[in-house]
């Protein structure tokens, strides 16, 4: 991702605490081990059978295992927390880190209420804490250009975006985890896939103004949902259909389409276990083009991308607004689902 500045500590990594060591958690451990911008030198967890797994685990060699979230919070040289934990409790979590003077990763999505996330994001920004975001799609080699490409007007006017995010992972989980529970993960096809293109809806035309969404049970016994299908407005009159299942085989697909052409990234397999990405490129007046892009480590690149700006590097990628905008977003994409109605998004000020 880039070298640190020459400050004082610049050449030593942000030293992190990690809170939860489940599925993802555990990835998370993996990509640290790897980088030489951070270090895992904490870790908290409460589910009991995870923990009598956690002592046996190479990943944790080294590293302190504590008892509670708040006993992580008080390791004096711990800089930073990466939170692998329920969306319900990542609001809270973030104010408590940021107050004890710890930068924060918190994993998608930042929060479930547009109030929380703008509280969760103030106290950042009153304690000078950096806020990273798990939405690690933004770090795909494919999607930079892709953004790059639609700034300098190549694609001309971007009309419409189309992208679909489904899995059938969830299946291997125990009935009763938190990730099917409509309490700590409602819309299930949201909160697990979904809010990731609806980010990269967001990074491409900025905040959504209103949106209409329908989830259904079609597939499965997931009491918060597997089907779902979103469309979201933006001002100007541009549209994302967004399509989020959790109970079909691996499909991830992105697509922006342009007055002077467009543009298609499809996922070769899940991104927990990345193979590339085949690409196809059609512009206006030309034969298609089609490439295919090697897999890169973007959950990889997304933490370091965290720890570079803790750093005093280049500022941390996603900004509050846009943090703002995509929790808004899930909000009212929420209250269509209740409603069946259109719902206006609080757009950020």
């Not at 009491?223 to 407005?233: F, H, P, Q, S, W």
């Not at 897999?295 to 900004?319: D, H, K, M, W």
Request: aromatic share 8%; net charge neutral.
């Amino acid at each position: 991702m880039g070298s640190f500045n020459q400050t004082s500590n610049a050449s030593q990594p942000v030293k992190i605490g990690l809170v939860g060591y489940g599925w993802w958690g555990k990835i998370i451990a993996s990509q640290i081990k790897t980088s030489p911008f951070l270090e895992l030198v904490a870790i908290t967890e409460v589910d009991n059978a995870i923990l009598q797994q956690m002592g046996s685990d190479p990943l944790l060699n080294g590293v302190e295992v504590v008892a509670s979230f708040d006993a992580l919070l008080k390791i004096a040289q711990l800089e930073a927390v990466i939170l692998c934990t329920p969306h319900l409790f990542h609001a809270d979590q973030i104010v408590s880190a940021a107050q004890a003077g710890k930068h924060v990763f918190c994993e998608k999505p930042l929060c479930l209420t547009f109030s929380d996330a703008k509280r969760a994001i103030q106290i950042c920004e009153e304690k000078k804490r950096v806020l990273g975001i798990g939405h690690e799609r933004r770090f795909e080699p494919s999607v930079i250009d892709l953004r790059q490409a639609i700034k300098a007007g190549t694609f001309g006017t971007i009309l419409q975006i189309e992208a679909n995010f489904s899995q059938d992972k969830f299946f291997a989980l125990p009935k009763d985890n938190w990730r099917l529970s409509n309490k700590h993960a409602p819309v299930g096809p949201l909160t697990a896939t979904g809010i990731h293109l609806v980010d990269l809806a967001i990074a491409v035309l900025g905040p959504a103004e209103s949106v209409w969404a329908r989830l259904a049970t079609r597939g499965s016994y997931f009491e918060n949902g597997d089907t779902l299908g979103i469309m979201l407005a933006f001002p100007g009159g541009a549209n994302a259909l967004i399509s989020a299942m959790l109970a079909t085989p691996f499909e991830g697909r992105f697509a922006v389409y342009g007055s002077k052409g467009w543009f298609e990234i499809r996922d070769r397999k899940h991104p927990e276990n990345p193979a590339g990405w085949d690409i196809k490129r059609v512009m206006q007046g030309q034969e298609p083009e089609i490439s295919f892009a090697e897999q890169s480590p973007t959950v990889l690149a997304n933490l370091e991308a965290f720890a570079i700006a803790i750093r005093g590097g280049p500022a941390y990628p996603v900004t509050h607004q846009e943090m703002l905008a995509n929790v808004a977003a899930l909000e009212a994409i929420m209250k269509s689902v209740i409603s069946k109605k259109i719902e206006t998004i609080a757009l950020p000020a």
